[in-house]
C-alpha cells in the first residue's frame, strides 16, 4: 500500500474515532446552548443558530486552536439584548460585523496580550454580573410568564409591598403550570444526573439529556389541560427559514454613535472571552498545545463580521464546549468543523424536532449557565483573598448591575488601579536604623522601580531625619528610578549639609536640575 494511501487511512480512522465522535457530543452541546443564548438575548433564534454554524466553520479553518469551540456566548447576552432594544435588529447585526473587523485590527496590530492588563477581580466580577443578569433574565420563560414586565411592575411591587396581594394574583394568573413543573423536574435531573450517571456516560452531554427529557415532557402534558403549554411557549423556527434572515442596514453608520459604541463593547467582550477561553483549554490540551492570541483574534473577527452581515449574534470561543470538546476526545480541529456541519443540518432538515423544545428548558440551561458564572463558591473564595481582591470584584459587579457592562468594567479597572497606586505610595524604599554610640546610622534601600508616586513619602522621611545622623542612600536593587525622585535626592544635599547630616549615596545616579524663576 502506498505511503500517501496509509497516511490518509490513518487519519480517516483517527477522525472517526475522535474528532467525529467528540463534534455530536458538541453539537449536543451546542445546539440548546444557540437556541438558549438568542432567547436570553432577545433575538431570533435563527441567529443563535447562524453564529453557532458560523463559528464551528469559519472559526476552525484560520484559528490554530485545536480544541476550542466557538459559537454565541452566554456572556454577551446582555450587551446584545439591551443594543436590540436600544436600536433595530439590523442595525445591531451592522454593529456585530464593526466588531469583528475590529477584532480583526487588533489581531493585526498583535494586541492579543491586553488582558494581561485587566486584573483578574475585575474580570471575575464581570463574569460574575453576566451570570446574576442572565439568570435574572431567565425566571419569566422559567415559569411561563407571558408579560413583558415581570421585574419592573409584579416582581418589584410584591417586594416593595405595592398592592402587593393584588400583584401576586396577577403573578399567578400569567404564569403557566406546565412550564413551572417541567423547570423543577429539569432541575432536579440535573442534579441527579451529575450526582450519579454524569462520569459513567461522560459521552453523552447533561444539555441534550435536559432538553430531550424537556421536550417529551412537553409532548405529555399536551393531553393534559392543566399543564399543556401554549404554542408560544416553544421554540419556533419557520420552514422557510431562509427568507426570515435579517442583513445589516448600512443607515447612519457615520453618524449613530450608537453603532459603534455597541460594536466596541461587543469586540471588547467577546475578545475577553475568546482569550479568556484559549487559556484555560490549552490548559487541558493532553499535547500542550499554545493557541496564538493574536491569530485567534483575526480568526474570531472574521467569524463575526459574516455572522453579522448574514444576520447571526456575536461570537467568542466558549470554554462550555471546548471543554466539552476536549473532554469527548477531540483531537484536532476537524471536531470544532464537524460539529458547525452537524448545526447546518439541523436546521436544514431537523426544524420540526427543534421547534419542539420549550423555552423553559433552555431557561433552566441558561440558569445552570450563569451559576457557573457566578457561584457562590467562587465569591466566598475571592473574599477570603483580602479586600484588595474583593473590592474591586464587587464593585466591578455592582457597577455593572447599575449601569452597564463598558462603565462597570472601567469602574472597577479604576478601583483596581486605585490599589495599586496606594501599594505602589506605600513602596518605593525601606529603612535599617541602628546606634553607635550617639550617632545613628540611617539605610534607606530603594526598591526595585521607584516612581514619582514615591515623592511625597520620600520628602517626609527625609525631612524627619534627624540631626548629625549617617545616612545611606542605596540603589543598587534598582531597576528604574524617576526622574523627579532623584531631583529629591539632589536637593536634599544642601539640606543635609546644613543638618550636619553625613549623606553617602551608593548606585544613584546623577540628575541635572533646571532652575525655576
Known sequence: MPLFSRKRKYYLLSFVKHDLKASISVFFVALPLCLGVAMASNSPV????????????????????????????????????????????????????????????????????????????????????????????????????????????????????????????????????????????????????????????????????????????????????????????????????????????????????????????????????????????????????????????????????????????????????????????????????THGAWLLLAILFAIPLINAIPYCVLAVILIRTGYNLAKPKMIIGIWKQGKEQFFPFIITVVSILLTDLLIGVLIGIVYALYFLVKHTYRAGFTINERTEGHTKHIVIELALNVSFLNKKRLVEMLDRLPEYSIVEVVGSRSVYIDHDVLEIFHDFRSKAHSRHIQLVMKDIPDVETIELH
Request: aromatic fraction near 10%; proline fraction near 5%; charged fraction near 10%.
Open 46 to 337: 435563527i441567529s443563535g443558530l447562524i453564529a453557532g454554524i458560523i463559528g464551528g466553520l469559519v472559526v476552525p479553518i484560520i484559528s490554530r486552536s485545536q480544541l476550542s469551540v466557538s459559537g454565541p456566548a452566554a456572556g454577551l447576552t446582555t450587551i446584545c439584548a439591551a443594543a436590540i432594544l436600544q436600536m433595530s435588529l439590523e442595525i445591531f447585526f451592522l454593529s456585530v460585523a464593526i466588531a469583528g473587523l475590529l477584532q480583526m485590527i487588533l489581531g493585526f496590530v498583535k494586541a492579543g496580550g491586553f488582558t494581561q492588563f485587566i486584573p483578574s477581580a475585575v474580570i471575575k466580577g464581570m463574569l460574575a454580573a453576566i451570570g446574576i443578569i442572565l439568570i435574572s433574565k431567565q425566571i419569566p420563560p422559567l415559569i411561563g410568564y407571558d408579560q413583558p414586565d415581570f421585574w419592573s411592575n409584579e416582581l418589584f411591587n410584591i417586594i416593595t409591598f405595592n398592592h402587593a396581594f393584588s400583584n401576586i394574583k396577577s403573578l399567578f394568573a400569567h404564569s403557566s403550570t406546565g412550564p413551572l413543573l417541567i423547570s423543577a423536574l429539569c432541575f432536579i435531573l440535573i442534579y441527579v444526573w451529575n450526582k450519579t450517571l454524569a462520569k459513567r456516560v461522560s459521552f453523552i452531554p447533561s444539555s441534550f439529556v435536559v432538553v430531550l427529557f424537556g421536550a417529551l415532557l412537553a409532548i405529555l402534558f399536551g393531553s393534559i389541560p392543566l399543564f399543556a403549554l401554549d404554542k408560544a411557549q416553544f421554540v419556533s423556527i419557520p420552514d422557510n427559514v431562509i427568507s426570515t434572515l435579517h442583513t445589516p442596514k448600512f443607515d447612519g453608520i457615520f453618524n449613530n454613535m450608537h453603532i459603534w459604541r455597541n460594536a466596541i463593547v461587543i469586540c471588547f467582550v467577546a475578545s475577553l472571552e475568546t482569550l479568556l477561553s484559549i487559556t484555560a483549554i490549552d490548559k487541558i490540551d493532553p499535547y500542550n498545545r499554545i493557541t496564538p492570541e493574536n491569530r485567534e483574534l483575526v480568526a474570531q473577527g472574521s467569524a463575526n463580521f459574516i455572522s453579522g452581515m448574514l444576520g447571526g449574534l456575536p461570537i467568542t470561543a466558549v470554554i462550555v464546549r471546548s471543554a466539552a470538546n476536549a473532554e469527548a476526545g477531540a483531537k484536532t480541529k476537524l471536531s470544532a468543523f
